[in-house]
C-alpha cells in the first residue's frame, strides 16, 4: 500500500514548494516535474543531506543515476526539471551555483507521429463502434464512436474529452466549452453539424425519457454515472489498434491516441494551403482552436509529410517567378 503524500521534507522542502507555486502561478500545472522533485526530495533525505551546502553536484550527479532513464528524452527532463529548481533558486539568491553539472543526453532518433488519415480514422470510428458492452457498462461501443469523433475532428486532448460535462455542450451555439484545461486555461471550440449531431445523438441516449441531464453530469461515462478516465480512453484506443490493420511508415513509432491530435493540426494546414491560403498568418488562429500558449507550441505539432512538403514547394514554386519579374523589370 502506498504512503500517502505528506510534503517536502528535505532541506530544499521550502525552495521546491516556492518554485512550484510560482510556476503554478504563471499557468504550468507541473505535474510530472512536481512527482520528479519528490524523487529528489526523498533521495536527499535518505542520504542524510540535511543542509543546503550538502547538496553537490556528486550529490545530483547521483541521484540521476539512481533513477535509470534509458530514453534521452526521459532522461533529460529529468535533468531539466533539477536545473531549472536550481536556477530559479539562484536567481532568487537562495542558492549558489547550480548543482547540476551533467550534460544533456543526445537523442538518436527522433519520434515521429503517425498520422490518421480520413480513410483511418473512419476504420477506427466503425471499428471502435463494434466495442461489445461489458462490466455493467451499456452503449460502450457508440460512446467510444464519439470520443474518437471528438479527438480526430476538433483535436481535442483526451483529457479535455474525459473531463467534458452535459453544460460544456452547447448544441444551440455548436460550441464546446473547454474549461480549465492545460495552462489553467479555458476556451471555446466551435463544431460542424457532422460533431453536432453525433453531440446531440449521444446525450439523447444518455438521457432518460422526457427527463434532463443535469448539467454537472460527465458527458461520457461508462459505469456507475463516473467520467471516464483519460487513461481508460489510451488503453481503449491501444486495444483498438491492432485491428486496424495499419501500415506503419518506417521511422514511426504509434500509433497514440495523442496523434489523432496531430492528425488534426497537420491536416488544417494541408488544407489550408490547398485553398490557397497563407498558413504562416493563421498560425496563431490554430493555436488557439487548440489551447496552445503561442504558435511555437503549435509547430511542433506540424510535421513535414510529403503532401504539406509538396504544397509548400508548389507555392514557393508560383512565388519565385513572380518574384524574378518584378525584380528584373
Not at 488519415?117 to 473512419?122: G, M, N, Q, Y
Not at 452535459?166 to 463544431?191: A, G, H, M, N, W
Not at 512538403?309 to 524574378?324: K, Q
Amino acid at each position: 500500500m502506498k504512503s500517502s503524500w505528506t510534503g517536502f521534507h528535505s532541506p530544499l522542502a521550502p525552495g521546491i514548494d516556492a518554485f512550484l507555486a510560482h510556476k503554478r502561478a504563471l499557468g504550468c500545472l507541473f505535474r510530472v516535474e512536481d512527482l520528479s522533485l519528490r524523487l529528489f526530495d526523498r533521495f536527499l533525505i535518505a542520504q542524510s543531506i540535511t543542509t543546503l551546502s550538502a547538496i553537490t553536484p556528486e550529490v545530483v550527479d547521483a541521484f540521476l543515476v539512481s533513477r535509470p532513464r534509458h530514453a534521452p528524452r526521459s532522461y533529460n527532463h529529468l535533468r531539466g526539471t533539477l536545473a531549472r529548481l536550481f536556477d530559479w533558486l539562484a536567481a532568487q539568491d537562495q542558492f549558489g551555483p547550480s548543482p547540476v553539472r551533467a550534460r544533456l543526453r543526445r537523442s538518436t532518433q527522433s519520434r515521429l507521429p503517425f498520422l490518421f488519415d480520413d480513410v483511418i480514422a473512419r476504420r477506427l470510428l466503425d471499428t471502435a463502434s463494434q466495442l461489445p458492452d461489458k462490466g455493467g457498462t451499456v452503449g460502450r461501443g457508440a460512446t467510444y464512436r464519439v470520443i474518437f469523433t471528438l479527438l480526430y475532428g476538433l483535436g481535442l486532448r483526451v483529457g479535455e474529452v474525459a473531463r467534458l460535462c452535459v453544460e460544456d455542450v452547447d448544441l444551440t451555439r455548436d460550441l464546446l466549452v473547454i474549461r480549465q484545461t492545460k495552462f489553467y486555461k479555458s476556451r471555446l471550440v466551435p463544431f460542424g453539424p457532422r460533431i453536432r449531431q453525433a453531440l446531440s445523438d449521444h446525450l439523447a441516449r444518455r438521457a432518460p425519457t422526457a427527463e434532463t441531464i443535469a448539467s454537472a453530469t460527465p458527458v461520457f461515462s461508462l459505469r456507475g454515472g463516473r467520467a471516464v478516465s483519460a487513461g481508460t480512453i489510451s488503453q481503449t484506443f491501444h486495444h483498438l489498434v491492432p485491428q486496424l490493420a495499419l501500415s506503419i511508415p518506417d521511422g514511426t513509432v504509434g500509433p497514440r491516441v495523442h496523434d489523432l491530435r496531430h492528425a488534426f493540426a497537420v491536416a488544417t494546414l494541408l488544407r489550408w494551403y490547398r485553398s490557397g491560403l497563407d498558413p504562416g498568418t493563421r498560425l496563431l488562429q490554430l493555436s488557439t482552436f487548440l489551447g496552445h500558449v503561442s504558435p511555437v507550441t503549435t509547430a511542433v505539432y506540424l510535421t513535414i509529410t510529403p503532401e504539406l512538403l509538396g504544397e509548400a514547394s508548389a507555392r514557393f514554386e508560383r512565388w519565385a517567378p513572380a518574384t524574378g519579374t518584378e525584380t528584373t523589370s
